[in-house]
Each structure stands twice: as C-alpha cells, then as structure tokens.
C-alpha cells in the first residue's frame, strides 16, 4: 500500500518537473527581443534593496524569564557603481546601507542603522602595472569557510545580514591603501601598502570605520603562479606593525572532469585567541596589542565534488593552533565565575568579529543544488562541526529568482550541548525571509 | 538512413581517447575542420550571445553574455574569457575557460573561484556551449553515410553525419552524432551523447548570416535529450577579430578585465 503511495507520488513529482513538447514546437520559438544591441563600455552602476524579515527562537532553559522568540525586520541598499574615465582609470565604489528595525522597539532608532563603506577606490594603469587607491576589498586565499590567508578579514563586519561566508565576503569593509599590480604571462606579483589612520573607535552613524580597517600599518605581498595540471599556486607575506608576519601558502587544482581541491597554509607569531581578546586596549579597540609567540599553524583542506551538473557537495577541514583546545573549551564554555564568564564573553566576542576560531578543529560540510527537479528553486546549505565539543551550525536557504531579484527563505541552527560553542548560543534557530531587487 | 556503426564510436573510457585509438578519418576530420571554419573565427574574436531559456514554451529567463576568444596561433586551442553582461545582478562576474581550467569572478567578492567543468552555471546549457570550441581539436570524427535531415529552419537539408568522439580531456560531450551539409560544410544539426551513448540535447543551427567573410549560424537552438519542453536558444552576434592577450587566461587577471 504504502508503495503504491510512493510510486503515485513520485509520478506527480516527475508529471510536475516534466512539461515535454515536441522538437517542432521547441524549433517554433523565436526569442523576440536581444539585448545585445544595448551599448557596453564597461560602466556598470547598480542598486540593490534587500527587505528580510528575521525570526528567533530563543534558548529558554539558558535564558529564564526571557520570551521565547522575538523577530525584526531590515531593509538594505547597497549601490555599485564602475565608472570609466577613460580606457585607462575607473572609479569602483560598493556602499551598504542597512536599517534594522526590532520588535519593542520604537520605529527608528539610530543604533540600528549601519553604513559599510566597502569599496570607494580609482583603479588603473601605470605602464605595465595596475594601480589601486583608495578602499578596496584585499580578497586573498581560496578556501570556502575558513581563509587562514584572508588577513584582511578581521573586523571588517559592520551588518551580519547572512552567515554565508560568500555573503559575508559580499558585505565587508575593504582596507584603504595602495595595491599595485603586476602580471605576467603565467602569474602575478601583488603589493598592498595600507597606513594607520584611526584607531579610537567611531561613535558617528555613517562612520566609514577606519579604525575597524587601518588602525595599524600594514603590508602585504603576493606571488601567485599557473603551473601544470591546472594548478594554481600562490605565496603570501603579511606584516602588521609590532613586528608581526604572517607567511602563508595556497594551492588549487582540478581532478579531472568533477572534482576539485584546495588546500590554504598560513604561519603567524600570534598569542592564544583568548590572549588576543583580552589584550585588546579600550582606546584603540581594533589594534594588534597581544604579545608575539612563536610561530603558530593555521590551515583549511578542501575538496568539491560535482557528481550532477547542477549538484555540487564541498568538504573542508579547517586548523588552527592559536584556538583553545578541547579541555580550554570545554572550560571556557562553563564559566564557573563572573570573571571566567567575562573572559568567554570577550573570547567569544573577539573570534566572532575577528572571523576567528575559538576551537582547534573544525569540519565544513556544504552543498547546492540548483534547478531542483527541473524547477527555478535553488538550495544551498552548510553544517560546520566543531570537532572538539560536537556542537554544529547548521544553515540552509532556498531561493527562487524573479524578473529582477530572488526570494530567499534562509534557516539557521546552532546545536549542541548547553556548555558547547555553538550550543551556548543565544537563538536556537533563526529564520529569514529575504525579498531582494537589483535596478 | 545510414546505420550507426557503434564500434565507431570511441570504446575508452571518457576522455581517455587519443586520436590513435580512435578510428578518425581524414575525410571525415577534414569536413569537421571545415564546419569548424564556419562556427567560429579562426583567429581570436569576440561576441555577444544571448542566451534565452524556455520551459514548457515560456521563457524563463535570459543572459546576455560576451565572449572574447583567444585562440593560438600555434597549437590553434581556444582560450574563452565570458563576461556577463545582462541581467544587472549578474553583471560584471566572469568566466575563465582554458583547457580545463575553469575559474569563477564575482567583482562583489573579488572572489576567485575554481570549478569543476562539469559544473553548470547557466540555465540548461553546458559550460562548453557558450564557449567558442574546435570540434576537430576536441573530437576524432568518422564517416558515417549521408542523410536528408532538417535543420533549425525545418528545411530538408542533405548532410553527410560524422560521429565525434571525446579525444581530448577539454571536450565537452563524450559522443557527438554531427550532421554538416555536403557542399557547403554548414553545421546542421548535433546530438550530444553520455559515454553510455543516452541522448543529453539536441542542438540544431540556424539563421545563417555572413559575419567575418563567412556564413555562420546566428543561432542555436539547443533541446534537452529527456524532456523537449526544456529549450535554451544562443543567438550569436556582434563578431569582431580582437587582440586577446595570453596574460588574460590566467586566474590574477579577471580582477583587472576590462575590455578597452
């Protein structure tokens, strides 16, 4: 009984994804309308609105006498612009405006609006080299989740509008300095000079938050090479005032028609993540004050694996020696004292904004289908596992494009014990609804 | 109607052929080479295609993509730098094809992303469609008779078929059955085959225009193998020669495109 069910439902889903027609009417369509003849001179300029609707389910054994969830709404504009001058130099800006609104709260308030200045730089040619100056986003690493050589990471989220690391690579601040720029017929050598301009914290609405970006000198170079194999390789040094260098390595390549494998390496002389945080100095809150240490091991291995065109499944394992070991976690997440609770509050606080880890090990398991069963209907999900203490986020979103955007339902889980990273979290279970248009 | 002889088709496993396993002939090859002429560009080009996707005869959606081609001058292989141009929130990302090769650009990000080639970023459309390909540096080609076919237009046309085999880890389709009108060398008509020969899709050329001192199909229209109510339509236009230079076929340089 229960089969024929299944083969009569599986029937309605193959009726529902097929709509077959004949070769004749496929070769009867004439697409009316191209838009080829529409004028490209490489000016792009774009706005992009966002309206979400945000639901939390609170943890109610952890928080007694709370409500037991809550929600908020937000709108965000975020304009791109590309702009040529002329064949040579462009201006590149990418401005973020969010505007959250939560519940018992009075319509507006100005804590919840948040302004992320990503990008405002002029980008050009300087005889065989290319020139950066102004903000600009200093992406480096190929990693999926973790980017041990991403250094230009730390503290550059201003609105936490999604957990999906791609989105969050979206919406960060860029650094303000100068990128020069070299290619070669099989690599390129990039340079990045970035000064100290602020380091008290910003207390205006629309600040561009220097100091979360420049509060320090820094420096970095890269070499990266094609070699053989499609393989990519790529060298990084990055020095940060107080005599810090971070030295790292990533490598990239295809297995054959499906698979591909990355594998990231960065070595640093920074303290314990909880040294960090509490070294960290009131006046100039995002500076590197923690003493040096040796040289510490961070790292991130992955692969990606296509088995259908429009199904792809992602495993990373990501290291990192400067993060608390099991019995450092398992202490801080069961802080016995107002002062041990103080301190897992700054670590914690600190590995969030830093894009750090708190625990030594981590699993990433990911996935994305898109066009499921033949429909418009996209999903893409991924469960990040802590090794040491079990406890796991979990996030999946669904999204269905429209004529001039996409609607996206995302769902977000922290699980684990109640003294575990992810299982001391304050919401359970988040969930999103998110309408976006771009013009 | 000429019998497919199966044994012409390339026995190895997927793309571990060589163009002496395979059993090419010249003339075949040298009809290939021909149609190939009449695709594409010989030397390094760019174009537009648009890209329109119907399901059940209502478009869904569409792209409008540019192409810039790099082909070398001494071992004739493409190289293919895609820009998307339409719709605005994809504008700007790019895709890099060399050989197998394949890297992802979103200027948001400024990520580079690395893909498998079997990775699908656009509608029902292999990766390889929107590329300018060589089927004769890809495929090893055999005779396999002549037959009246119709083409795109639904007009009888008489074709010599080739069958195609995966002679190169670049290629696309493990099997392609390839009708090319005798005389004239113009493709007609393809059907894209798995390894176990299952029909993937169906594409058929049309609306032939002459574009760089030769006749070329102006669109294709390509037809899934399980289910004809799933159609993508390639209109190919705006061909110019252009200069591609060999530093643009590299991961470090999709930051910096820009076409003038």
Known sequence: MGRRYILLASGLVVAGCVQAQSVDDALAIRPEQSESNLSVDGRTQSLELELAGVGYRWRPETFVGEEPSTGSARLSATWRL???????????????????????????????????????????????SYIDAGRFNERIGVAYGYSPNDVFRRHTIISRVSEDPIAMRNNRLGTVGMRVQQLFERGSLVAVVAPRLRQRASEAVLSPYLERTNSDWQASLRA???????????GV????????????????TGLGDSVTAYVEYAASPD?????????????????QTSPLHSHRSRYSVGLTVTPKPNVTIGLEAQGDDTALDRGELRLLMAPATPSQLQTALAAASYASETQDNLGRHYGLLRASWTNICGSRVSASSFVRWNVLDHSRFSWLQLEYPHASGSTALALAHMGGDKATEYGNGRARVTAQLSINWHF | MCCVAPQLFNPLPVHAASPATAPADAEAMNILEASDAIRFPSRSFRMNIDLFEYRGGKQVESLLLTVFARIDPETRAIGNLVRYERPAKDSGKLMLFHGRDLWYYDP???????????????????NGDVMATRFASDYTAAHAGEEEVSDGEQVKRECVKLLLGAATPTATYDKIEYWVEKGSYRPVKAKFLSQSGQLLKTAYYRKFETSLDSPRPME???????????????????????TVPVSWMQRDFLPRFQEN
Do not use: C
Not at chain 2, 108 to 126: E, T
Not at chain 2, 223 to 237: E, K
């Open chain 1, 82 to 128: 590309r702009h040529p001058f002329n064949n040579r130099w462009s201006l590149i800006v990418n401005d973020a405006l969010d505007i959250g609104w939560y519940r018992h709260e009075k319509p507006f308030v100005a804590d919840n609006v948040r302004h992320t200045l990503q990008e405002a730089y002029l980008s050009g040619r300087l005889g065989g």
């Open chain 1, 224 to 234: 990266g090479v094609k070699l053989p194999l499609e393989t990519q390789l790529e």
């Open chain 1, 237 to 252: 040094a990055h020095y940060r005032e107080r005599g810090r260098v971070q030295w790292g390595v990533n490598l990239s």
């Open chain 1, 271 to 287: 303290a314990d993540v909880i040294s960090r945080a509490l070294a960290l100095d009131p006046g100039r809150p995002f500076a």
């Open chain 2, 108 to 126: 948001a990000s400024h990520a580079n992303i690395r893909l498998s080639p079997q990775q699908r970023l656009i509608g029902q459309a292999a």
């Open chain 2, 220 to 242: 294709m229209v390509i037809i899934d193998g399980l289910n004809a109510g799933l159609v993508t339509i390639m209109r190919f236009s705006k061909f110019s020669y252009r």
